[in-house]
C-alpha cells in the first residue's frame, strides 16, 4: 500500500511538472508572439519613418540597389522602385562623376579607408543633371555585407555657392577696373581731346593726316568705351535705361554682322513676338550681342554652321533655373544666340564667365567678352544660360524683365556745338586736361580761367565768388577732393553751379552728389559736343 501511494505522489508530481512546463511553454508562446508583434511594429515605424524621410536612403549590395524610399524616387525622377532596384547604382550618376562614385563605392566593399560623406553630380530620369550629397556605411542586412546610404538633393545650394562665388569675383574684377580707371580715363581724355582739336584745325579733307588723326580719335573712343563696360561689368557704374523694344535693335545689329562673318557661317535672325520692350542700355545691350555672336562664329570657323539669334516671349516661374534670386518670377523677353560650332565641355560651361578666362589662342584674346557680357546682364537685373555640349554647338539665353511702358524714340544728335559767353573756373589736376579743356571752353566763347591745384581754386574764388558763373572740378585731386571743394565753394555763394568730373569713384554718387547741391556728376572722358552740352544745360537751369 505504501508503494502504491509514492508511486501515486511521484505520478501527480511528474503531472504538476508537466502543467508548469506547458504554462511555462505557453507564457513563452505569448512573449514570443509579444516580441514578434513589437518587432513587427518596429519594423513598420522604421519603414514608414523611412519612406517618409526627407533624404533619399538606398540599400545597396555590391553594385546593386537592393531598397530604395519614396525620396529617393522623387530625387531622380523615378516612378516605381522596380525603375531602380536591381539596375546598376552607378546608371543614376552623372558620367563626370561616375569613376569617383565607383572607387569609393567599390573601396567600401573591401574595407579600405573610404569617405564616409562626399557630393558627387547625379542625372535624373529626364536626363537634367542633379547635385547629391551622400552619406554612406556598411551595415549587416539578412547576414550579408552592403551598404547603407542617405542621399540629400543639394542643386539649389550648389547653385547659390556658385552664384556667390561668381559674385566674388565679379568684386575682385571691380577693384582692379576701379584702380585703373581713373588714371586712363585721363589718358584718354587727353587723347580723344586733343585729336578732336587737331580735326579742326586740319584744312581740307584730302588732307592724309586727318584720316590718321580720325582713327586715333577712335581709338580712343573705344579705349573709353572699354572701360566703361569694365566698370560696368564689375557694378561700378549703372547704365543710364529707358524703355525701347529689343526686336529691332537686333534686327539692326544682325544685319551689322552679316558683313562681318566667315562665307561659311549662314546666319538667321527671328523676332517672335512684338511684345519686346525693355528697359536697357542699349548700347551695352548691342555689346552683349555683338560678343555672343562672335563667340558663335568663331566657333564655326573651321567647318562653317548657322548662327540663329531669336528674340522671343517666356515666363519664369517659380523654381526655373533660369530665375536667379535677384530675379522675380514673371515676364522676360529672351535673346536667344545659338551656334552649331564646336560646343563645350561641362568644365569650360562652369568658367565661361570667369575674368579673363578663355579657350581662345594666345593673341586671340584676353576672356574679358562673356564677363562684361555677365555684369551686363547683371546688371539690368536679367539672367544668362548657357546649353552645350562638344561637338553640337552652343546656346546662350539671355532673360530681360518685359517692360510695359511706351516706347520712346531716340534723342537727335544735334548738328552744332552749343556755347556761350559766362565765365566758368576749371579744375583739374592733369596738365594736359587744364589745357585741352580750357581751349575747347574758350573755343565756343567761355572765359575760362583754369588752375591744376584746389587750394588755388579756392583762394582765386573766394577773392571774388561773383566772378564766375560755373565752376567745372574733377573730384580726385590732391591735398582737397572735388567734393569738398565744392562744399567750400558753395559755402561763400549758394547759388554757383558746380559740374563734378570724375573718372571712376566709387565713394561718390549721383545722388550723393545731388544732395550736397552739385548739378552734375560726369564720368570721364567726355568728347567736345558732350562737354558743350553738358556745360550749357547746367547753365541754362542754374536757377531752378
Known sequence: ????????????????????????????????????????????????????????????????????????????????????????????????????????????????????????????????????????TR??????????????????????????????????????????????????????????????????????????????????????DLVRQILTFSRKTTPRQEPARLGPLVEETSALLRATLPATVQ????????????????????????NLASNGAQSMREKGGILKITVTNVILDEGNPALHPNMTPGEYVALIVSDTGSGMSNEVQERIFDPFFTTKPVGEGIGMGLSVVYGIVQIHKGAITVSSEPGKGSTFSVFFPRARQKEKLPKETPETVPGGTER?????????????????????GYHVTATTDCREALKIFSENPESFDLVIVDEAMPYMTGSDLAKEMMKLRRDIPVILCTGYSELISEEDVKAMGVKELVLKPLTRQETAEIVRRVLDNRDT
Open 139 to 224: 551595415i549587416v542586412y539578412k547576414g550579408e555585407s552592403n551598404t547603407l546610404a542617405y542621399l540629400r538633393d543639394i542643386t539649389e545650394r550648389r547653385r547659390n555657392e556658385e552664384e556667390m562665388h561668381q559674385a566674388r569675383k565679379m568684386q575682385a574684377m571691380g577693384t582692379l577696373a576701379g584702380g585703373i580707371a581713373h588714371d586712363f580715363n585721363n589718358i584718354l581724355a587727353a587723347i580723344i581731346g586733343f585729336s578732336e582739336r587737331a580735326l579742326r584745325e586740319i584744312k581740307g579733307d584730302e588732307d592724309p593726316l586727318k584720316r590718321y588723326v580720325e582713327l586715333i580719335r577712335k581709338s580712343g573712343m573705344r579705349g573709353r
Open 267 to 290: 546666319m538667321e535672325t527671328l523676332v517672335d513676338t512684338q511684345s519686346d520692350e525693355i528697359f536697357a542700355d542699349f548700347s551695352q545691350i548691342q555689346q552683349v550681342l555683338l
Open 1 to 136: 500500500m505504501k508503494e502504491e501511494d509514492k508511486a501515486r505522489k511521484e505520478l501527480l508530481g511528474e503531472l504538476s511538472d508537466m502543467r508548469r512546463k506547458i504554462a511555462d511553454l505557453r507564457e513563452s508562446e505569448i512573449e514570443l508572439r509579444r516580441a514578434e508583434e513589437a518587432l513587427r511594429e518596429s519594423e513598420e515605424r522604421y519603414r514608414i519613418a523611412i519612406e517618409h524621410s526627407n533624404d533619399g536612403v538606398a540599400i545597396v549590395k555590391g553594385d546593386q540597389h537592393i531598397y530604395v524610399n519614396r525620396k529617393f524616387l522623387d530625387m531622380f525622377g523615378y516612378d516605381r522602385p522596380e525603375e531602380i532596384v536591381g539596375k546598376d547604382v552607378f546608371f543614376s550618376v552623372h558620367p563626370d562623376d561616375r569613376e569617383k562614385v565607383i572607387a569609393i563605392n567599390r573601396g567600401r566593399q573591401k574595407g579600405d579607408l573610404v569617405p564616409s560623406r562626399y557630393e558627387f553630380k547625379g542625372i535624373r530620369k529626364d536626363g537634367n543633371p542633379i547635385y547629391i550629397e551622400v552619406s554612406a
Open 424 to 444: 566758368i573756373l576749371f579744375v583739374d589736376d592733369e596738365e594736359l586736361l587744364v589745357e585741352m579743356t580750357g581751349s575747347l571752353l574758350e573755343g565756343i
